[in-house]
């Protein structure tokens, strides 16, 4: 596991280069900011504005208890003492899974990410651990000795997309309880947890009436109200990391909304002088290749981890396609020769940033 964490740190560090700044401060609230690395195996970043730096950090604290809950429920490596995670739901006694009962907010998350297989045609599919393991063992071998780096054999691959069938996960609503048929399935849910996790926390604020504050986790971006009466302004990195004079290829102002990207060029090996990155596709267990990302804008986070993933994924008619059926969700796609193309309502969050 510590090979993991150093391997996704070194990586989503990059992405803190994300832009998150306010326009001019309009009343004596302050903006502050800090960051932690004990989340998700990456980078957390809040910023907010706040009267004081006390009253700041009681709601990062706020946030981080939160997050740290969400981490362990959610983690399919590590082990808590007392706590039933996806590690035991993952877990074999016998040669075979066991009914597990869990606590409610894995309940919900496992059925959100269900209805996101059904909304995405099988291309968001968390029962996908099976293969997602074996590209995660080859691509921490390969960045730990590139010289050695290889590719998983096709026909591990295809033995292992044997056991991916989503109907295999038995979620109990009543009992609060998840089983999974196929004792050689298993769950990963790394296309769907960040987001979901932080869509929670950002709810649980609102409730509060907790707002003026962003939350950066990994790359998940979700605005909580206002950056102190001006909308937010993020900027989507720009994947050509050798452009320093277009750090961002776009410039959006958000308040209340989420921008999560997928992209080709933050988690890979290479092999054979080719870059093999972790979105892996379904139907060819091979990383997908039509884009170089794929963000996605909508007003639920956990919602835009899932479908940029599963946007990266598909056909761009396809694709756009099914972001004009659905409501509140605009994406830009950004193609392998650099072009981008847009959701009909995309412009509709963006501004020309104009440096001083």
Not at 100 to 108: A, E, L, M, P, S
Not at 186 to 207: C, M, P
Not at 252 to 262: A, W
Request: net charge negative; charged share 25%.
């Amino acid at each position: 596991m510590k090979k993991y964490v150093s391997v996704v740190l070194a990586i989503v560090v990059a992405t803190m280069s994300l832009l998150l700044t306010s326009c001019e401060v309009k009343s004596e609230k302050t903006k502050y900011n800090t960051y932690y690395f004990d989340y998700f195996d990456t980078v957390t970043t809040i910023i907010g504005y706040a009267e004081s730096q006390e009253e700041f950090d009681k709601v990062c604290a706020e946030i981080t208890t939160l997050l740290n809950e969400y981490h362990r429920l959610f983690n399919i490596y590590n082990r808590y003492e007392g706590l039933n995670n996806l590690v035991t739901i993952n877990d074999l006694v016998d040669g075979k899974h066991t009914e597990v009962q869990v606590d409610k907010k894995i309940i919900d998350m496992l059925t959100f990410a269900k209805e996101m297989y059904y909304e995405t045609d099988g291309n968001v599919n968390i029962a996908m651990g099976s293969v997602l393991k074996i590209w995660h063992i080859y691509r921490n071998e390969g960045l730990d000795n590139p010289v050695r780096a290889e590719l998983p054999p096709m026909e591990e691959l295809e033995e292992a997309s044997k056991h991916t069938n989503i109907d295999d996960l038995i979620i109990n609503t009543e009992k609060n309880t998840v089983f999974l048929k196929n004792p050689l399935m298993s769950l990963d849910v790394g296309a769907i947890a960040k987001g979901y996790a932080v869509e929670q926390i950002a709810k649980h604020l609102e409730t509060k009436d907790i707002t003026g504050y962003i939350l950066n986790v990994g790359g998940n971006v979700r605005t909580i109200g206002m950056a102190n009466g001006d909308k937010w302004k993020v900027g989507i990195e720009n994947s050509d990391t050798e452009d320093k004079e277009n750090p961002y290829i776009e410039y959006l102002k958000l308040s209340g909304e989420s921008v999560v990207t997928s992209g080709t060029y933050q988690r890979f090996y290479v092999v054979n002088g080719e870059n093999y990155h972790h979105i892996i596709d379904p139907e060819t267990l091979m990383p997908g290749t039509k884009f170089i990302s794929v963000s996605v804008i909508t007003n639920d986070s956990g919602l835009g981890d899932a479908m940029s993933t599963a946007l990266f994924l598909m056909d761009y008619e396809e694709g756009k396609k099914l972001v004009e059926l659905m409501e509140n969700i605009e994406a830009m796609w950004v193609f392998t020769n650099g072009e981008q193309r847009y959701s009909s309502g995309f412009e509709n969050y963006t501004f020309e940033y104009v440096t001083e």
